[in-house]
């Protein structure tokens, strides 16, 4: 077989392949998007960004820049090996020590990312003897990290205290240990768990609990606390990049040897952990409701849906992939930035509108989007 039939027949599986997500309406092409403020341009076009999650405004702001800005001037731009190796640089400790802190924990791991420590904890923590209990909800990177650990995986129904016990009870003995997962804030529908009555049920169980805290960093004060293990990302809330790990001593002095991604992946660049670091002195003076959350129930009021917002993410459920699209389309032609989601990022039949706040937003931006949903009749 030469190597030019080799390459034709690449190219025409992936045509193939391209053009069976294109049928379904799944096939997806980066934007190229350039962020100012509340707005997004995207092919020379500006639009109100609902799409965002740099829900509090940090990751434009002149604090992030200036510690990121300073922390190249004097460490450079790269962190030049592994954490394990030479790449923990002197900003490493003193982040760890505030995440610990601000989250309650003794003790805390940063990652790469946040999908990066999912998926070098989960495997820490649990192997194939074990069982894991999962949120339907919970978002991709939990479930890679299981599938890679070897665990049994099982789903509870979403925020379902008494379907979570009957799964406890139904595998009492069964299995070494038992982990529940679950996240603070779901991200694509921005509702949030019952942590303190599942960190009650984990404990009368002898199961433990870890939780995600990705899309309520910043945006909500949660029960993240109450839970063993607690994750979540300076990407987000935060305006940054990298994941964190809080938990006892013992188990982030374990992750730290044992974590795959943190022993075999770079450190991040020390402007990135500079600017995180920036960013928890702005969250630990953080005043409840944040502009966000309030900003998101202003718009549920103006929508009538009768509902209380809970963070900064508000979805409108379309249903199929294409009808999401179309709708996605019809806000741009009014000049606003609203994605559509759709599987595998939600279950078939529910793809939606994510619609985010954050703090670049003003109220009248939120009652103008509010506005142009009910003219299109999307609620
Ligand atoms: C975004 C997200 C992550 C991953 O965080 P990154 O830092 O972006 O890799 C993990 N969990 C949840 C629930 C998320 O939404």
């Known amino acids: 077989?030469?190597?030019?039939?080799?390459?034709?027949?690449?190219?025409?599986?992936?045509?193939?392949?391209?053009?069976?997500?294109?049928?379904?309406?799944?096939?997806?092409?980066?934007?190229?998007?350039?962020?100012?403020?509340?707005?997004?341009?995207?092919?020379?076009?500006?639009?109100?960004?609902?799409?965002?999650?740099?829900?509090?405004?940090?990751?434009?702001?002149?604090?992030?820049?200036?510690?990121?800005?300073?922390?190249?001037?004097?460490?450079?731009?790269?962190?030049?090996?592994?954490?394990?190796?030479?790449?923990?640089?002197?900003?490493?400790?003193?982040?760890?020590?505030?995440?610990?802190?601000?989250?309650?924990?003794?003790s805390a791991v940063v990652f790469g990312s946040g999908y990066l420590a999912n998926m070098g904890t989960i495997p820490c923590l649990v192997g194939k003897e074990d069982l894991v209990l999962a949120d339907k909800l919970c978002h991709a990177c939990i479930l890679?990290?299981?599938?890679?650990?070897?665990?049994?995986?099982?789903?509870?129904?979403?925020?379902?205290?008494?379907?979570?016990?009957?799964?406890?009870?139904a595998n009492e003995g069964k299995f070494g240990n038992i982990l529940i997962i679950t996240e603070t804030v779901f991200s694509m529908d921005g509702d949030l768990a019952p942590i303190s009555k599942i960190s009650e049920l984990s404990k009368e169980c002898g199961a433990w609990l870890m939780v995600d805290d990705a899309?309520?960093?910043?945006?909500?004060?949660?029960?993240?606390?109450?839970?063993?293990?607690?994750?979540?990302?300076?990407?987000?809330?935060?305006?940054?990049?990298?994941?964190?790990?809080?938990?006892?001593?013992?188990?982030?002095?374990?992750?730290?040897?044992?974590?795959?991604?943190?022993?075999?992946?770079?450190?991040?660049?020390?402007?990135?952990?500079?600017?995180?670091?920036?960013?928890?002195n702005k969250i630990e003076k953080a005043v409840y409701p944040v502009k966000s959350v309030k900003y998101s129930n202003i718009f549920i009021q103006n929508i009538n849906n009768g509902q209380k917002a809970q963070s900064a993410i508000v979805p409108?459920?379309?249903?199929?992939e294409k009808a999401a699209l179309e709708a996605q389309d019809k806000l741009k032609a009014k000049g606003f930035w609203v994605q559509a989601i759709r599987p595998p990022a939600v279950a078939n039949n529910t793809s939606r509108l994510r619609i985010t706040f954050t703090a670049y937003h003003t109220e009248d931006d939120v009652l103008s989007l509010a506005n142009a949903i009910k003219e299109l009749e999307l609620v």
């Open 316 to 320: 409108i459920i379309i249903g199929d």
């Open 215 to 280: 899309h309520g960093f910043g945006v909500v004060k949660d029960a993240s606390a109450d839970a063993d293990i607690v994750m979540g990302t300076f990407s987000k809330g935060a305006g940054s990049y990298g994941g964190y790990v809080c938990a006892d001593k013992t188990v982030i002095d374990y992750i730290k040897s044992a974590a795959r991604p943190h022993m075999f992946s770079t450190g991040l660049p020390p402007a990135v952990v500079a600017a995180s670091g920036a960013a928890i």
């Open 144 to 169: 890679d990290g299981i599938q890679l650990s070897g665990a049994k995986l099982i789903r509870f129904k979403h925020n379902d205290l008494s379907d979570l016990k009957s799964k406890l009870q």
């Open 1 to 106: 077989m030469s190597l030019k039939s080799l390459n034709k027949s690449l190219d025409a599986i992936f045509t193939e392949r391209i053009a069976s997500l294109q049928a379904e309406h799944r096939f997806r092409t980066p934007i190229e998007a350039t962020i100012e403020g509340a707005y997004i341009t995207v092919e020379g076009k500006r639009y109100l960004n609902f799409s965002s999650n740099d829900y509090l405004g940090l990751g434009q702001s002149d604090a992030l820049k200036d510690a990121a800005t300073r922390a190249t001037a004097e460490f450079g731009t790269g962190a030049g090996a592994s954490k394990l190796v030479t790449g923990n640089h002197p900003l490493y400790k003193e982040l760890e020590s505030s995440i610990a802190k601000l989250k309650g924990k003794e």
